[in-house]
């Protein structure tokens, strides 16, 4: 059997995906794509991994693809992609090299920064320099893209870039023509890619996450004083008899505008570039392209020949369910998709991949790696099934539902074993006392548990942790006498709720750094829920301990701050 590939664009409003058979030219065997609900993805990156880990399952399911591994496109606003020139050097020594410089390309921390790099086709082997395709963006931003995956039992073949994947898919060598590049704007949703691309190559490429189609259906939620969702249908529905029309228009010319000025200021800024080349034409793609005016707006606004990008124009297509009819519908949609698998038909030392290959340096304690590892798919899981009762019938619910409370039943053992190693004894239910009937009654101790509660509540505050249930217990080291170095006099529980498990992780390490605490844990995860269905966030319980910092002389009276 002929090799194939998936690739996958999770967008803002859907997520997508082509497979092909590999050759000359490739054959797409099986496409589709899945809606997303409002504010699963957000300027290009996951935001709900559990809501885009089930329409994931749901778009395997519909398409019937048999893989379970894809390569996966990002267009992040956090990333860059740009053509550099750096000596001709082994690629490990280019990686190596640039790693040092990394504060030159990127406006991100070094440490939190995931990078590839690749030699651009046509490099001169005689040069002693070399022209590379370089492409970077910050760890957080595909790190809840793996966890979408995870969730959805798919595997990351790698972490593709939308625009090197739109290159791929609308600019085909073309020996014949002048130099020169074309302009490709994908208007999405939530995010327009700019690129300047040629042969297949990205050479330059600017995400916008102010100009998207999302920008218009707020304009007339705002002005209509409606939801997003009937904004978004009288935006499709154009220029009507309806009393509403008007304001759909003005919004719609105003959106339009805004594209014009950011894709001039986008050429202004490729203009710029040393390696910069003069712009042929302007190909069009995307959701938004779909606009009757757009073609003729931008041509008439840029001084540039416009034209609808087709992706499907060096491919073949096979029995994937569409008709032939289908496919200029479906042609704005697919680029990113096709691009992303298209990327494997490049040799393997010439394909970007994202994907962390290593996790990032940090003091994280042993909590935080279970609650990144486990504990992440534990919430992925938990939030899909969720989302599945309210929302949804698709078959694996059971599936899912069985695979969360697998994770929790491990995480909560990990955690459990750990706790009783270290001498905590968790609090049980309805048992936990007041912070004042805590300080009551071990205040003669040597602990200032107000104090406590208020240190807890400060490292709490920035990240809107939400806390309740204080529980205080002494240990046998409680006492002034017997306290020498690093002593961890008692141990602290209680509930705690964020927005979300990065938030989490965040926060353990804000603890962490807290010398008023040691050994933080956290466990016992569920997804708290709105009456209406939608998440509210991560429920969870802490243990920790608490150090020497935080103990008053025997005899004294803590003082009680407002």
Known sequence: MAATTIGLDIGTNAVRAVEIELGDPPLIRRMGQVALPIGAVVDGEVTDVGVVSIALRQLWTQAGFKSHQA????????????????????????????RLQLDDYVPLPAEETVFDIRLLDGSDPKSPTVQLLFAATHHDAVQPLLMAMHGADLKVAAVDVIPAALALALTHPEPDENDGVDIIVSIGAGTVVVVAARDGESLFARTLTNAGGRRTTERI?????????????????????????????????????????????????????PS????????????????????????????????CADPFTHVRIGRTGFEPSDLPYLAPYMAAALGVALGQTRPKDQRLDLTPVARRASRLPGARRMLVGAGAVLAVGAAGALYMQGRSQIATAGDQTAVANAHLAELQTQIEARTVASGVTPSKAGTAASPEAVAASVASSNIDWIAVEKAVADDSAPLGVVTSGFAGVLSPSGNVALVKGPALPGKLTFTATASGLNIVADWLDIIAADNRFADAWAGGFTMAAQPDGSAAGVQFTMAMSVTDKNLVVRGSTPEVKP
């Open 71 to 98: 390569r996966v496109g990002m267009s992040s606003a956090r990333m860059i992609v740009r053509t550099i020139e750096m000596p001709r050097l082994s690629h490990a020594d280019l990686v190596s090299t640039l």
């Open 221 to 273: 939620a705002s002005r209509l004083g409606i939801g997003e969702l009937d904004a978004e249908r009288y935006k499709r529905l154009g220029a009507t008899e309806d009393s509403a029309s008007t304001v759909v228009l003005r919004a719609s010319a105003e959106s339009l505008d805004e594209l014009i000025e950011e894709v001039r200021a986008s050429l202004a800024f490729y203009g710029e570039q």
């Open 276 to 307: 910069s080349q003069h712009v042929r034409r302007l190909l069009v793609t995307g959701g938004g392209s779909q606009l009757a005016e757009l073609p003729v707006a931008l041509s008439d606004a840029l001084g540039l020949d416009v034209e």
